[in-house]
């Protein structure tokens, strides 16, 4: 039998919850993740993938749910959004994506006290035995690497 290791998951499962929001600027948000700033929205590596390349497009004010946001925010969240699709699609290459929202626990967000979209890069076979049979998932580049690969296109677009 393979064994399979995720070491960082434990790190989530057993660790200590952090006090305050961990998108929220001055909180507990993990700075070293962010990949670009907007005006009332930016864009942000998920500390815990489902893929390579997964983001999150976060408003910057702490709202909870899509009704609070107003229209600035909802126009840059979708701006934001294509923005990263496109860089993805530069930097990673993929076949398709997810893009979504989980409103509230019973919809699965893990974090619901802060609205954000997930972009989920995907390719054909990223979906394997081990996330269907043994709720692991394999994430084939680690993090901090595929954020200095996705830096590099963020700070480009920044320059223009």
């Known amino acids: 039998m393979n064994s399979i290791m ?28 962010v990949l670009y700033e907007g ?26 749910d899509i009704e609070e946001a ?4 909802k126009m840059e969240m979708m ?18 994506f997810n893009i979504g929202m989980n409103l509230g626990k019973a919809a699965g967000a893990g974090v619901d006290n802060h609205l954000h979209i997930h972009v989920v890069p995907r390719w054909l076979g990223d979906t394997n035995f081990t996330t269907v049979l043994g709720e692991v998932r394999v994430i084939p580049e680690d993090i901090i690497k595929t954020r200095n690969t996705l830096l590099h296109y963020f700070q480009r677009r920044e320059e223009r």
């Open 70 to 73: 107003n229209a600035e925010e």
């Open 6 to 33: 995720a070491p960082g998951r434990m790190e989530y499962i057993k660790g200590k919850k952090p006090d305050g929001c961990i998108f929220c600027k001055g909180s507990v948000r993990e700075e070293g993740l």
């Open 79 to 96: 701006e934001l959004t294509d923005m990263c699709v496109r860089t993805l699609k530069k930097a990673l290459v993929p076949e398709g």
């Open 39 to 64: 005006e009332t929205c930016y864009i942000m590596m998920n500390k815990y993938p489902y893929t390579s390349g997964h983001l999150l497009v976060i408003p910057s004010r702490h709202i909870c």
